[in-house]
């Protein structure tokens, strides 16, 4: 896997070709579908969020009943992600620091935080799962989501903020 | 304000090792997948999002034709799943604002980051510790939204 620090130009529209984008994608949709065939649960992961903080908190909204009997396995879900992206970085890559700036990260992440869990899901709940169930409801959020996604990221780009 | 957990949660998801393993396999593929495919990296997420490289598209595409097959398959065709005995069933939420204005305020959140959740787990696996920032931000915007729509009391109907 490369990622080649290009000039990059809409005439190209696929700089770091398609082989990953692909392989990284149906990797995904595998990780989801050995939990679903399994046990029938289909996992997102942003619920985490507000089930993990159901340990130190006693907000009702996140003491649900359905909740705090999924925050156990979704705790080892997030865990198994992290040491999957783990493995793969210790077998075939050098770790990797992300040269966006710290404001950016905590700003946009408590948008976020609040806009995966008042929408009802994510890039995987929505955009993956949601998807693939060719439900209405998704195909707006994900609509919705990257439409203003892109006109941000381009807004921020506009205004000369880089990293 | 903490609160100590029931000692037992009737009905809690689980079924013993078998359940865990499962879970944990999962995860870590979906995580090599994020590490793979380069959206564990904000950078990356951000080339789409400003129309450098489209690449994310397939991303997406390969994951939710992956998804669309097996759904299809296990709803029309298998009865319930092994270690839980649930029936199989689609990913369909209620449509309200909800759905529009958390979509609009994920997309800003995910244009000025370029992180999305499970993404920013994945991306601590590759050491890329300043990914801890976009967690501890997401963590607060999950807080804050609980904390306001459990306000009324009337709680908010639920979503996964």
């Given at each position: 896997m490369t990622t080649l620090p290009l000039v990059l130009t809409?005439?190209?529209?696929f700089p770091r070709g398609v082989l990953p984008y692909l392989l990284g994608g149906v990797l995904i949709g595998l990780g989801v579908s050995v939990i679903y065939l399994a046990t029938g649960i289909i996992a997102g992961a942003s619920t985490f969020l507000e089930t993990t903080l159901s340990y130190a908190s006693g907000v009702s909204r996140l003491n649900q009943p359905k909740y705090l009997a999924s925050r156990d396995w979704r705790v080892l879900f997030t865990l198994g992600m992290v040491g999957g992206a783990a493995a793969y970085t210790l077998a075939f890559a050098d770790p990797w620091t992300t040269q966006v700036q710290p404001w950016r990260l905590l700003g946009g992440g408590v948008l976020v935080g609040v806009g995966t869990r008042l929408g009802k899901g994510c890039t995987s709940g929505h955009g993956v799962c949601g998807i693939g169930s060719l439900s209405e409801t998704s195909i707006v959020n994900v609509a919705t989501f990257m439409a203003f996604a892109v006109g941000t990221a381009l807004l921020v780009a506009a205004v000369g903020v880089t990293p | 304000m903490t609160r100590e957990p029931p000692a037992s949660d009737p009905g809690k998801d689980g079924q013993g090792a078998l359940f865990n393993l499962v879970v944990l396999l999962g995860g870590g593929t979906f995580g090599v997948g994020l590490a793979v495919s380069g959206m564990a990296k904000p950078e990356v997420v951000l080339d789409f999002l400003q129309l450098?490289?489209?690449?994310?598209l397939f991303v997406m595409g390969g994951a939710a034709g992956v998804t669309m097959l097996v759904f299809a398959v296990a709803t029309r065709y298998l009865g319930s799943a092994p270690l839980t005995g649930r029936r199989y069933t689609k990913r369909v939420k209620s449509m309200d604002r909800n759905v529009l204005v958390g979509g609009a305020i994920f997309g800003v959140g995910w244009g000025v980051s370029g992180i999305c959740p499970g993404a920013a787990y994945a991306s601590?696996?590759?050491?890329?510790?300043?990914i801890l920032w976009a967690i501890l931000g997401m963590f607060v915007g999950a807080y804050a939204q609980a904390y306001w729509r459990s306000r009324g009391s009337a709680s908010a109907s639920a979503s996964d």
């Open positions: 809409l005439d190209q529209p | 450098d490289d489209l690449g994310l601590v696996g590759l050491g890329n510790w300043p």
